[in-house]
Protein backbone atom coordinates (compact mmCIF):
# COMPACT_ATOMS: atom_id res chain seq x y z
CA UNK A 1 0.00 0.00 0.00
CA UNK A 2 2.71 2.45 0.83
CA UNK A 3 4.69 1.65 -2.30
CA UNK A 4 1.66 2.20 -4.65
CA UNK A 5 0.99 5.38 -2.52
CA UNK A 6 4.25 6.92 -3.26
CA UNK A 7 4.47 5.45 -7.06
CA UNK A 8 0.75 7.71 -7.19
CA UNK A 9 1.94 10.15 -5.67
CA UNK A 10 5.62 9.81 -7.70
CA UNK A 11 3.75 9.99 -10.80
CA UNK A 12 1.23 12.98 -10.51
CA UNK A 13 4.16 15.18 -9.35
CA UNK A 14 5.96 14.34 -13.17
CA UNK A 15 2.96 14.61 -14.72
CA UNK A 16 2.13 17.97 -13.10
CA UNK A 17 6.13 19.17 -13.63
CA UNK A 18 5.77 17.77 -16.95
CA UNK A 19 2.21 20.28 -17.70
CA UNK A 20 3.67 23.14 -16.25
CA UNK A 21 6.75 23.37 -18.36
CA UNK A 22 4.73 22.98 -21.16
CA UNK A 23 2.78 25.77 -20.38
CA UNK A 24 6.06 27.82 -19.70
CA UNK A 25 7.43 26.66 -22.94
CA UNK A 26 3.97 28.14 -24.77
CA UNK A 27 4.30 31.79 -23.29
CA UNK A 28 5.90 33.90 -25.00
CA UNK A 29 4.47 37.35 -23.54
CA UNK A 30 6.41 40.29 -21.80
CA UNK A 31 5.74 38.83 -18.87
CA UNK A 32 8.47 36.33 -19.10
CA UNK A 33 10.77 37.91 -16.56
CA UNK A 34 14.00 36.13 -14.92
CA UNK A 35 11.62 34.14 -12.41
CA UNK A 36 9.55 32.34 -15.49
CA UNK A 37 13.06 31.42 -16.92
CA UNK A 38 14.59 30.42 -13.38
CA UNK A 39 11.12 28.14 -12.80
CA UNK A 40 11.40 26.94 -16.00
CA UNK A 41 14.75 25.52 -15.76
CA UNK A 42 14.29 24.35 -12.67
CA UNK A 43 11.02 22.49 -13.68
CA UNK A 44 13.12 20.63 -16.40
CA UNK A 45 15.81 19.60 -14.43
CA UNK A 46 13.22 18.19 -12.06
CA UNK A 47 11.79 16.51 -15.32
CA UNK A 48 14.92 14.85 -16.03
CA UNK A 49 15.50 13.61 -12.82
CA UNK A 50 12.41 12.30 -12.18
CA UNK A 51 13.24 10.18 -15.57
CA UNK A 52 16.37 9.09 -14.86
CA UNK A 53 14.95 7.78 -11.30
CA UNK A 54 12.26 5.48 -12.98
CA UNK A 55 14.60 4.15 -15.18
CA UNK A 56 16.57 3.21 -12.38
CA UNK A 57 13.71 2.68 -10.10
CA UNK A 58 13.61 -1.36 -11.45
CA UNK A 59 17.32 -2.44 -11.66
CA UNK A 60 17.24 -1.38 -7.38
CA UNK A 61 14.32 -2.52 -6.53
CA UNK A 62 15.27 -6.19 -7.99
CA UNK A 63 18.80 -6.34 -6.50
CA UNK A 64 17.17 -4.97 -3.01
CA UNK A 65 14.95 -7.57 -2.92
CA UNK A 66 16.70 -10.57 -1.15
CA UNK A 67 16.98 -7.76 1.71
CA UNK A 68 13.19 -8.44 1.83
CA UNK A 69 13.62 -12.22 1.90
CA UNK A 70 16.29 -12.25 4.34
CA UNK A 71 14.39 -9.99 7.09
CA UNK A 72 10.68 -11.74 6.23
CA UNK A 73 12.70 -15.49 6.87
CA UNK A 74 14.57 -14.00 10.09
CA UNK A 75 11.26 -12.43 11.66
CA UNK A 76 9.51 -16.02 10.72
CA UNK A 77 11.60 -18.30 12.78
CA UNK A 78 10.60 -19.61 15.70
CA UNK A 79 12.32 -18.54 19.18
CA UNK A 80 14.75 -21.27 19.65
CA UNK A 81 18.55 -21.17 20.45
CA UNK A 82 19.12 -23.03 16.82
CA UNK A 83 16.76 -20.76 15.13
CA UNK A 84 18.48 -17.30 17.04
CA UNK A 85 21.83 -18.08 15.36
CA UNK A 86 20.47 -18.18 11.70
CA UNK A 87 17.97 -15.82 12.82
CA UNK A 88 21.35 -13.76 13.32
CA UNK A 89 23.21 -14.98 10.20
CA UNK A 90 20.10 -14.04 8.46
CA UNK A 91 20.69 -10.43 9.89
CA UNK A 92 24.01 -10.48 9.29
CA UNK A 93 23.81 -11.38 5.70
CA UNK A 94 20.68 -8.09 5.10
CA UNK A 95 23.38 -6.08 6.43
CA UNK A 96 25.53 -7.11 4.07
CA UNK A 97 23.20 -6.97 1.20
CA UNK A 98 22.18 -3.56 2.46
CA UNK A 99 25.77 -2.04 1.98
CA UNK A 100 25.98 -3.81 -1.42
CA UNK A 101 22.88 -2.54 -2.58
CA UNK A 102 23.85 1.26 -1.89
CA UNK A 103 26.92 0.25 -3.66
CA UNK A 104 25.56 -1.15 -6.64
CA UNK A 105 23.71 2.56 -6.42
CA UNK A 106 26.65 4.36 -6.58
CA UNK A 107 27.74 2.35 -9.40
CA UNK A 108 24.33 2.63 -11.74
CA UNK A 109 23.94 5.87 -11.76
CA UNK A 110 26.72 6.85 -14.33
CA UNK A 111 25.12 4.27 -16.98
CA UNK A 112 21.80 6.17 -16.92
CA UNK A 113 22.81 9.87 -16.98
CA UNK A 114 24.94 11.23 -18.92
CA UNK A 115 25.84 14.26 -16.57
CA UNK A 116 26.66 11.22 -13.80
CA UNK A 117 28.98 9.62 -16.17
CA UNK A 118 31.06 12.90 -17.26
CA UNK A 119 32.43 12.92 -13.31
CA UNK A 120 32.47 9.29 -13.36
CA UNK A 121 34.89 9.06 -16.36
CA UNK A 122 37.55 10.48 -13.44
CA UNK A 123 37.47 6.95 -11.60
CA UNK A 124 39.34 4.15 -13.25
CA UNK A 125 36.80 1.50 -12.08
CA UNK A 126 34.37 3.73 -14.13
CA UNK A 127 36.35 3.68 -16.80
CA UNK A 128 37.18 -0.47 -16.83
CA UNK A 129 33.13 -1.17 -16.47
CA UNK A 130 32.24 1.17 -19.12
CA UNK A 131 34.77 -0.17 -21.75
CA UNK A 132 33.62 -3.75 -20.63
CA UNK A 133 30.44 -2.57 -21.48
CA UNK A 134 31.34 -0.77 -24.92
CA UNK A 135 32.96 -4.20 -26.14
CA UNK A 136 29.86 -6.09 -25.55
CA UNK A 137 27.95 -3.89 -27.06
CA UNK A 138 29.88 -3.83 -30.24
CA UNK A 139 30.21 -7.41 -29.93
CA UNK A 140 25.71 -7.39 -30.21
CA UNK A 141 26.11 -5.55 -33.00
Known sequence: LVIFNFTQGYLILLLYNIRELRKLRKRRDPDFDR???CRMYQLRENVVIMKMLL??????FIFALPAFLFYGVAYILPST????YISSMLF???DL????????AQLIFPFFDY???RSANKISLFRIFLKIRERRSSRAK
Open 35 to 37: YSL
Open 55 to 60: KIFAPS
Open 81 to 84: EYYN
Open 92 to 94: AFL
Open 97 to 104: WIALSCLN
Open 115 to 117: RFR
